[in-house]
């Protein structure tokens, strides 16, 4: 099958493969970039497991033929936070709220909810269901997604304060809704 | 310092929230082929001829094996109902694999797969068990000579209590056929070289799908390894035997290449095996106060297809665990099995617990709706009592270890004001259009620590302990290698914290290692809340054998009596004379060093190996609250309330144990409102996507409020019962009985799940 040149800058650095015209993009930075962070979960754009923010925005990338993105401008999973940096503020939140089980569904939750705090730095719990309609999850209820989101909305450069810090020393809480 | 009870942040987020997780579809060897099915379209027809040739002249296709490739490769499942690999003559639902394909590529596979012709007969199906037991019904199997694999009768019908009894009430319910939509879908690599054979596989049990592999395939277990690793949601529906394993290690071992399959969605639908599938016929007797006097249920269970040893066993489950919490002096029990033209049916969260509470948790709402009590007195009035256990219920399997159920309902009347929620109920029904309101509980308990000796073993597994190595590091660190086999419940952290405390070892020098048959010794798996029960018991147990050893050597430093010495800080030391230590790193270190430890003992003698087992099966209660208004209008029904008391014993990490009760409460409220696998009467699956598979997403699931109650279990030391099944038992009947509350006043006594919209609406209009 023929193929055609694509260049596109994914993570900050620009790549430039030849492709079949039919590859989705999820297939090229999976198969061809080797970057499997990025998940596949259904095959007809229900689950959101393969979002990635494309030019800004939070983009389905089973949706997405690898040619359409050309010239574009894609962060993955991978690219949210450099090596040896800490994490994001939406990783952190995930990670200190709960907000994964399994971690299939996370890099696209995670991406979603990134574009989200973007646009809307200061969602409420509706705003937060409503933009994360398009990502499934089938471990966590959604509730500890939603206090993710929220940690990262109140801790915008994603440090830990001291008095909650990760130490695994922390009362417990029994059945408390945090 | 013991980490039971703390909120502990989860050692396995970082690599998961950076991508740096590894999938079974992440994992790609050097040149690894790709596997497609071509799946059936038909639910039950004869296979005339499938010609591959245009397939097999695709450039980069290396191979199309149909059923009469597959000489030496035996069935799988039951004897004489066996599936084979790929369908023999007959399909028998519609997306039985009748051909697979290996290409270079996915999208050559796929390209190949859709070139295959299959020339089909049509045969009548029964897609229904309705359709199955009729007169003249097709039959699947004729070895059966009917539809009906097995009948297990009442040994008494309990009639004379009937029909002695003040008062009776009955309910035909359905449990609807359930999809477990992990939403990484089955997936595996296989590459049989000549040193032996590895197979990655997302799967809940790595150890007993090596042993049956090996078997499967007469090889020795020692070259025989299978790998999980991150596994991307389970549910039950991944410790099923299906074909897509041993055809790839079949086709890896004929190509001599790495084989992968990853199932697309759609195939996932209808490949990996459905859940619940039942249909119950329950009939109590009761008195004037609402005591329950006699109960009566008849099970019959939906197999699918093909049956399989787990799917036969879901009514067992739902039969034992039939009476619920509530002391019945009378309890009357049968099942029957029937195939279907349909997806085969086995475990899916829950697995024959979640009917059974729906059972018992739906006619005593009835039993409240037709003698007029309010359904927290009658369910009060029938508890049993919490100093009554242990106690015995009409079925060996279950002898109930500990409760408190009355107490757990007091708990849950704490989480919102129940008097004030009536007054509004009533009043809104008053009015003309304002919503009307629900409110349905559950008392519910279930079955769970799979299991005491024999409990897994009818379903193939070696045993039913768990197995737990604790190995000292030369550093003072440990290392813990388990068979539990986890796939998002946090058992790498939970098993930290249970042995941080156990062993002294900070929880950041424990690390946790599953899911590799090379590396852990032997195990079972995660799956009938079990892991921490009984895997995370082995972690304590493993622990204190540890800390035995580690004082020998620290009192030959320290120059004491072993039996002087305490944990103490970072270390060891003499019991009173805290100065007179030595710290973890030095006896781990020493322990290796035979001429620093005493003379009889041998170096490396703190890697101890346990096979945990537990005397009885643990049974997790809890009352649950669901509250619900719905549109007069559109019948829309919106869930303002869930309100969740879980008593699962000794919680060890209460972030984990909520997040494991709100995932199964999801799933729960997924299956009362949401989801359901259907055919139609030809036996088309109707839902073979998640365009047509509601499984809901943030907007449609609510908040959960949460309480908590405890009455550890006596059956192992931890106190701990399981919760990773619990939200999906308890909340089915706590939603249902809200909506029909909501409409109770219209005269309505059921309704069959999943209640949509249009069947509220149907039965509004129908008031009218």
Same mark, same amino acid.
């Given at each position: 099958?023929?193929?055609?040149?694509?260049?596109?800058?994914?993570?900050?650095?620009?790549?430039?493969?030849?492709?079949?015209?039919?590859?989705?993009?999820?297939?090229?930075?999976?198969?061809?970039?080797?970057?499997?962070?990025?998940?596949?979960?259904?095959?007809?754009?229900?689950?959101?497991?393969?979002?990635?923010?494309?030019?800004?925005?939070?983009?389905?990338?089973?949706?997405?033929?690898?040619?359409?993105?050309?010239?574009?401008?894609?962060?993955?999973?991978?690219?949210?936070?450099?090596?040896?940096?800490?994490?994001?503020?939406?990783?952190?939140?995930?990670?200190?709220?709960?907000?994964?089980?399994?971690?299939?569904?996370?890099?696209?939750?995670?991406?979603?909810?990134?574009?989200?705090?973007?646009?809307?730095?200061?969602?409420?719990?509706?705003?937060?269901?409503?933009?994360?309609?398009?990502?499934?999850?089938?471990?966590?209820?959604?509730?500890?997604?939603?206090?993710?989101?929220?940690?990262?909305?109140?801790?915008?450069?994603?440090?830990?304060?001291?008095?909650?810090?990760?130490?695994?020393?922390?009362?417990?809480?029994?059945?408390?809704?945090? | 310092?013991?980490?039971?009870?703390?909120?502990?942040?989860?050692?396995?987020?970082?690599?998961?929230?950076?991508?740096?997780?590894?999938?079974?579809?992440?994992?790609?060897?050097?040149?690894?082929?790709?596997?497609?099915?071509?799946?059936?379209?038909?639910?039950?027809?004869?296979?005339?001829?499938?010609?591959?040739?245009?397939?097999?002249?695709?450039?980069?296709?290396?191979?199309?094996?149909?059923?009469?490739?597959?000489?030496?490769?035996?069935?799988?499942?039951?004897?004489?109902?066996?599936?084979?690999?790929?369908?023999?003559?007959?399909?028998?639902?519609?997306?039985?694999?009748?051909?697979?394909?290996?290409?270079?590529?996915?999208?050559?596979?796929?390209?190949?797969? &859709?070139?295959?012709?299959? *020339?089909? +007969? %049509?045969?009548?199906? /029964? #897609?229904?068990? =309705? !359709?199955? @037991?009729?007169?003249?019904?097709?039959?699947?199997?004729?070895?059966?000579?009917?539809?009906?694999?097995?009948? &297990?009768?009442?040994?008494? *019908?309990? +009639? %004379?209590?009937?029909? /002695? #009894?003040?008062? =009776? !009430?009955? @309910?035909?319910?359905?449990?609807?056929?359930?999809?477990?939509?992990?939403?990484?879908?089955?997936?595996?690599?296989?590459?049989?070289?000549?040193?032996?054979?590895?197979?990655?596989?997302?799967?809940?049990?790595?150890?007993? @799908?090596?042993?049956?592999?090996?078997?499967?395939?007469?090889?020795?277990?020692?070259?025989?390894?299978?790998?999980?690793?991150?596994?991307?949601?389970?549910?039950?529906?991944?410790?099923?035997?299906?074909?897509?394993?041993? @055809?790839?290690?079949?086709?890896?071992?004929?190509?001599?290449?790495?084989?992968?399959?990853?199932?697309?969605?759609?195939?996932?639908?209808?490949?990996?095996?459905?859940?619940?599938?039942?249909?119950?016929?329950?009939?109590?007797?009761?008195?004037?106060?609402?005591?329950?006097?006699?109960?009566?249920?008849?099970?019959?269970?939906?197999?699918?297809?093909?049956?399989?040893?787990?799917?036969?066993?879901?009514?067992?489950?739902?039969?034992?665990?039939?009476?619920?919490?509530?002391?019945?002096?009378?309890?009357?029990?049968?099942?029957?099995?029937?195939?279907?033209?349909?997806?085969?049916?086995?475990?899916?969260?829950?697995?024959?617990?979640?009917?059974?509470?729906?059972?018992?948790?739906?006619?005593?709402?009835?039993?409240?709706?037709?003698?007029?009590?309010?359904?927290?007195?009658?369910?009060?009035?029938?508890?049993?009592?919490?100093?009554?256990?242990?106690?015995?219920?009409?079925?060996?399997?279950?002898?109930?270890?500990?409760?408190?159920?009355?107490?757990?309902?007091?708990?849950?009347?704490?989480?919102?004001?129940?008097?004030?929620?009536?007054?509004?109920?009533?009043?809104?029904?008053?009015?003309?259009?304002?919503?009307?309101?629900?409110?349905?509980?559950?008392?519910?308990?279930?079955?769970?620590?799979?299991?005491?000796?024999?409990?897994?073993?009818?379903?193939?597994?070696?045993?039913?302990?768990?197995?737990?190595?604790?190995?000292?590091?030369?550093?003072?660190?440990?290392?813990?290698?388990?068979?539990?086999?986890?796939?998002?419940?946090?058992?790498?952290?939970?098993?930290?914290?249970?042995?941080?405390?156990?062993?002294?070892?900070?929880?950041?020098?424990?690390?946790?290692?599953?899911?590799?048959?090379?590396?852990?010794?032997?195990?079972?798996?995660?799956?009938?809340?079990?892991?921490?029960?009984?895997?995370?018991?082995?972690?304590?147990?493993?622990?204190?054998?540890?800390?035995?050893?580690?004082?020998?050597?620290?009192?030959?430093?320290?120059?004491?009596?072993?039996?002087?010495?305490?944990?103490?800080?970072?270390?060891?030391?003499?019991?009173?004379?805290?100065?007179?230590?030595?710290?973890?790193?030095?006896?781990?270190?020493?322990?290796?060093?035979?001429?620093?430890?005493?003379?009889?003992?041998?170096?490396?003698?703190?890697?101890?190996?346990?096979?945990?087992?537990?005397?009885?099966?643990?049974?997790?209660?809890?009352?649950?609250?669901?509250?619900?208004?719905?549109?007069?209008?559109?019948?829309?029904?919106?869930?303002?309330?869930?309100?969740?008391?879980?008593?699962?014993?000794?919680?060890?990490?209460?972030?984990?144990?909520?997040?494991?009760?709100?995932?199964?409460?999801?799933?729960?409220?997924?299956?009362?409102?949401?989801?359901?696998?259907?055919?139609?009467?030809?036996?088309?699956?109707?839902?073979?996507?998640?365009?047509?598979?509601?499984?809901?997403?943030?907007?449609?699931?609510?908040?959960?409020?949460?309480?908590?109650?405890?009455?550890?279990?006596?059956?192992?030391?931890?106190?701990?019962?399981?919760?990773?099944?619990?939200?999906?038992?308890?909340?089915?009947?706590?939603?249902?009985?809200?909506?029909?509350?909501?409409?109770?006043?219209?005269?309505?006594?059921?309704?069959?799940?999943?209640?949509?919209?249009?069947?509220?609406?149907?039965?509004?209009?129908?008031?009218?």
């Amino acid at each position: 099958m023929s193929t055609v040149s694509v260049s596109i800058t994914v993570n900050g650095e620009r790549r430039t493969h030849e492709v079949e015209p039919r590859v989705l993009l999820v297939h090229y930075l999976r198969d061809v970039l080797r970057l499997t962070g990025t998940h596949v979960g259904c095959d007809t754009s229900n689950c959101g497991a393969c979002t990635v923010i494309l030019d800004g925005a939070a983009a389905k990338s089973c949706t997405v033929l690898a040619v359409q993105a050309r010239e574009c401008e894609i962060t993955t999973i991978e690219g949210l936070a450099a090596p040896g940096e800490p994490f994001s503020a939406v990783q952190q939140g995930f990670h200190q709220e709960h907000g994964l089980q399994c971690g299939y569904c996370t890099p696209g939750m995670i991406m979603a909810c990134t574009a989200l705090l973007a646009e809307n730095p200061d969602p409420t719990e509706h705003e937060i269901r409503h933009a994360l309609e398009g990502n499934l999850c089938r471990c966590t209820g959604y509730q500890m997604i939603v206090n993710s989101v929220r940690w990262a909305a109140d801790h915008p450069d994603g440090i830990v304060p001291e008095s909650s810090d990760a130490a695994p020393s922390a009362p417990a809480m029994q059945g408390a809704e945090s | 310092m013991s980490l039971i009870g703390a909120r502990v942040l989860r050692k396995e987020d970082p690599n998961l929230i950076t991508g740096r997780g590894q999938f079974v579809d992440d994992i790609t060897l050097a040149g690894t082929v790709v596997m497609a099915f071509v799946t059936s379209t038909e639910p039950h027809s004869r296979i005339l001829a499938i010609d591959a040739s245009e397939a097999l002249a695709l450039p980069g296709v290396l191979a199309v094996w149909t059923a009469s490739d597959l000489a030496g490769l035996s069935t799988l499942g039951l004897p004489g109902l066996g599936r084979p690999l790929l369908a023999t003559d007959v399909v028998r639902f519609v997306g039985e694999p009748v051909a697979v394909v290996v290409a270079e590529t996915k999208y050559l596979a796929a390209d190949a797969a &859709q070139l295959v012709i299959v *020339d089909y +007969e %049509s045969m009548p199906a /029964a #897609a229904s068990i =309705t !359709a199955a @037991l009729a007169d003249g019904a097709p039959v699947l199997h004729s070895v059966l000579g009917g539809n009906t694999v097995f009948d &297990q009768p009442f040994a008494d *019908d309990l +009639e %004379s209590d009937f029909s /002695a #009894a003040p008062h =009776t !009430a009955s @309910l035909h319910l359905v449990n609807n056929r359930c999809a477990a939509v992990p939403i990484e879908p089955n997936a595996c690599l296989a590459d049989w070289g000549p040193s032996g054979l590895t197979l990655w596989a997302t799967f809940q049990a790595p150890h007993h @799908l090596r042993n049956t592999i090996a078997s499967y395939f007469g090889i020795p277990q020692d070259t025989t390894r299978v790998i999980t690793p991150d596994v991307g949601g389970g549910f039950g529906a991944k410790i099923n035997f299906v074909p897509e394993y041993f @055809l790839a290690c079949a086709l890896s071992r004929t190509l001599a290449r790495p084989v992968k399959y990853t199932q697309t969605r759609s195939e996932c639908q209808v490949l990996m095996y459905h859940g619940r599938a039942q249909e119950q016929d329950v009939d109590v007797a009761y008195d004037d106060e609402g005591k329950l006097l006699a109960l009566r249920v008849r099970v019959t269970q939906d197999q699918g297809a093909y049956p399989d040893p787990t799917g036969m066993g879901l009514p067992v489950l739902t039969t034992a665990m039939a009476a619920g919490c509530y002391k019945i002096p009378k309890v009357a029990v049968s099942w029957r099995n029937v195939v279907t033209n349909t997806t085969p049916v086995a475990a899916y969260r829950g697995a024959g617990r979640p009917e059974a509470s729906y059972v018992i948790e739906r006619i005593i709402d009835l039993v409240a709706d037709q003698s007029g009590l309010d359904p927290v007195e009658v369910r009060r009035r029938n508890f049993i009592p919490a100093d009554e256990f242990p106690y015995a219920t009409h079925s060996p399997l279950a002898v109930y270890d500990s409760g408190n159920f009355a107490g757990a309902q007091t708990e849950l009347l704490t989480l919102f004001d129940y008097d004030a929620l009536k007054v509004e109920q009533a009043r809104r029904r008053a009015t003309q259009d304002e919503k009307l309101i629900g409110i349905g509980f559950s008392s519910w308990l279930e079955i769970a620590a799979f299991g005491p000796p024999g409990s897994l073993e009818g379903f193939g597994h070696l045993g039913s302990w768990e197995s737990v190595q604790i190995r000292v590091q030369p550093d003072g660190s440990a290392i813990i290698y388990t068979g539990a086999s986890p796939h998002g419940q946090g058992t790498v952290t939970t098993f930290a914290q249970i042995a941080a405390g156990e062993l002294g070892i900070p929880f950041d020098k424990i690390s946790v290692r599953h899911g590799d048959t090379a590396t852990v010794p032997q195990g079972i798996g995660t799956m009938g809340s079990r892991a921490t029960a009984v895997g995370g018991e082995g972690v304590r147990t493993a622990s204190v054998r540890v800390v035995e050893r580690a004082k020998v050597i620290a009192a030959h430093i320290l120059e004491a009596d072993p039996a002087d010495i305490v944990l103490d800080g970072d270390g060891f030391a003499v019991n009173g004379t805290p100065s007179h230590a030595v710290p973890w790193s030095e006896v781990a270190w020493k322990s290796f060093r035979p001429l620093e430890i005493p003379a009889d003992s041998e170096p490396g003698s703190l890697d101890i190996t346990v096979f945990q087992q537990v005397p009885n099966f643990s049974f997790p209660s809890g009352a649950y609250c669901c509250t619900v208004e719905i549109d007069r209008g559109t019948g829309e029904i919106e869930i303002t309330g869930m309100y969740l008391v879980d008593d699962c014993g000794t919680v060890i990490n209460p972030l984990l144990a909520e997040g494991q009760v709100h995932g199964g409460v999801a799933q729960g409220i997924a299956q009362a409102l949401y989801e359901g696998i259907s055919y139609d009467a030809n036996g088309i699956p109707q839902n073979s996507t998640l365009m047509d598979y509601l499984i809901p997403a943030a907007t449609e699931l609510p908040s959960y409020t949460s309480g908590r109650a405890n009455t550890p279990t006596p059956n192992n030391g931890l106190g701990a019962k399981g919760i990773g099944e619990s939200g999906s038992v308890g909340t089915p009947p706590a939603v249902v009985n809200a909506v029909v509350d909501a409409l109770s006043h219209l005269g309505v006594q059921h309704l069959d799940m999943p209640i949509t919209p249009l069947s509220v609406w149907n039965v509004l209009e129908e008031a009218k």
